[in-house]
């Protein structure tokens, strides 16, 4: 009889590849899920997961986790097995150096890495300020190290135009093409730039629509969920309907945040938007927990240009709206502190995930458990390009998720309320590569299995 390393048995299995739930046991050897079966095989572990669900682990396919330690065992325990960096323009340049670290020291997740523009390429050039745009030679240069990081293993490239709002269309463009040429996904974060307005998300979709690349727009609530969600959806709708490679991701949250000195808090954006100091709450650093106050802001934005302020601008229904489209993916936005702290910053660090499935399946009723869990594993591993995640089949990598959908729940607060880095409740077990990295809720000391994904080669390193 063959003998598996782990055997999950009597659980609620979830096949988000078919839209199915089967009533079967699982069997893993090495890094791989080898057996799904009837029979009742044997493992040298064995989890009993009746009355739980067991699912391919979550892809958070919108993060800045960047290979920060803390900030991948917040993502670990709420269910994420693999983890997109490098959003929003920023994150590292050398991805073959990163990415030979990362497997060299290990880390507790799978890590795909986007190549950033609005900071890193921009940066690399010697573009320092965001308002101007990049000349030819310039936009030569960052289109060859683009090139250089899909080599490396790139999975995308990535832009944070609000971060640059004076990044030029062709720069966007030119850059796009060879995100495209090599068949790999562009996150934008658009720039939302006028309260109310869709120009930015045209924009967005224009860059698909000329460069036939496949667009990603980033944390779409943080962008449009302000009231007017209704005709952003809309307007993505059309352009899906015209056969435009148009894809989003969304959070569990209607509170963006962001880095005080970027151009998103600049004093004229700020009054533009009508947000009031009062609605922007210190996530980091000495003033973490207090609302701003105009001496906070006048002090932060010129001695401590990184710590975190939260932006109260969203409206709550908004978030639900865009995660009730099929094509919408779930996503955290999850970063480390400047400090590198997890007990501050915003709760979609810990509880996006286990919100998402208490919210949205449990109490709301919005989605059912299989739609639920589509959006966190196969529809995230199809716009990766990934041919061996987020899928519940033998020989699918071996990265599982286990939890109670009745018990599933986020603790995590607003530093004014609580703890941002609470641990969520009902997910006893997740594996990474074949080997439990959670189990019974707590993190397994000393073991790193997580690696990097090559994009080029859509396998793992
Ligand atoms: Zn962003």
Not at 146 to 154: H, P, R, S, Y
Not at 190 to 197: D, H, Q
Not at 384 to 405: C, H, T
């Amino acid at each position: 009889m063959d003998n598996y390393d782990i055997v999950i048995k009597n659980g609620t299995v979830v096949d988000p590849e078919n839209g199915n739930i089967i009533y079967k046991n699982i069997g893993i050897r090495g890094a791989k899920i080898a057996k799904i079966t009837d029979e009742n095989i044997i493992g040298k572990t064995e989890i009993d997961a009746i009355g739980l669900i067991v699912s391919p682990g979550f892809i958070d396919i919108h993060a800045h986790i960047d290979g920060h330690i803390e900030c991948g065992k917040l993502s670990v325990l709420q269910g994420i097995t693999t983890t997109v960096g490098g959003n929003c323009g920023c994150g590292p340049l050398d991805l073959r150096n990163f990415f030979v670290n990362q497997n060299k020291v290990g880390f507790l997740i799978n890590q795909a890495q986007l190549i950033g523009h609005s900071f890193t390429l921009r940066e690399a050039v010697g573009i320092n300020n965001p308002y101007i745009s990049a000349n030819n030679e310039e936009i030569y240069k960052m289109c060859h190290i683009a090139e250089n990081a899909f080599e490396d293993g790139a999975i995308g490239l990535s832009f944070g135009i609000e971060y640059a709002p004076g990044s030029s269309k062709e720069e966007v463009i030119e850059l796009s093409k060879v995100s495209k040429k090599y068949n790999k996904v562009v996150p934008i974060h658009t720039n939302v730039n006028l309260p109310r307005n869709l120009k930015s998300l045209r924009h967005a979709i224009e860059i698909s629509k000329e460069t036939g690349a496949h667009v990603l727009i980033s944390h779409f609530v943080y962008q449009y969920g302000t009231g007017i969600m209704t005709e952003a959806l809309a307007m993505v709708d059309q352009a899906r309907e015209k056969g435009l490679k148009i894809s989003i991701d969304s959070g569990m949250y209607s509170a963006f945040s962001t880095f005080i000195g970027s151009t998103i808090y600049d004093e004229d954006y700020i009054k533009k938007f009508g947000w009031k100091y009062e609605n922007m709450l210190v996530a980091t650093g000495k003033y973490k927990g207090k609302r701003l106050t105009t001496e906070m802001y006048n002090e932060l934005r010129e001695y401590n240009k990184d710590e975190s302020v939260i932006c109260f601008a969203g409206v709550e229904e908004e978030l639900y709206e865009a995660l009730k489209k099929d094509y919408v993916m779930l996503s955290s936005d999850t970063g480390p502190s400047p400090t590198g702290k997890t007990g501050e910053g915003h709760p979609q660090n810990s509880g996006t995930f286990p919100r998402f499935f208490r919210k949205m399946v449990r109490e709301r009723k919005d989605l059912t458990l299989v739609q639920a869990v589509r959006k966190c594993t196969i529809l995230p591993s199809i716009t990766l390009g990934l041919a061996n995640k987020g899928r519940m089949r033998e020989e699918a990598d071996a990265d599982i998720v286990i939890f109670d959908i009745n018990k599933i729940c986020d603790r995590a607060k607003f530093p004014d309320q609580g703890f941002p880095d609470a641990k969520p409740e009902g997910i006893p077990y997740v594996i990474v590569n074949g080997k439990l990295v959670v189990y019974k809720n707590e993190i397994v000391k000393n073991v790193l299995p997580g690696r990097c994904i090559n994009g080029l080669a859509e396998r793992i390193i």
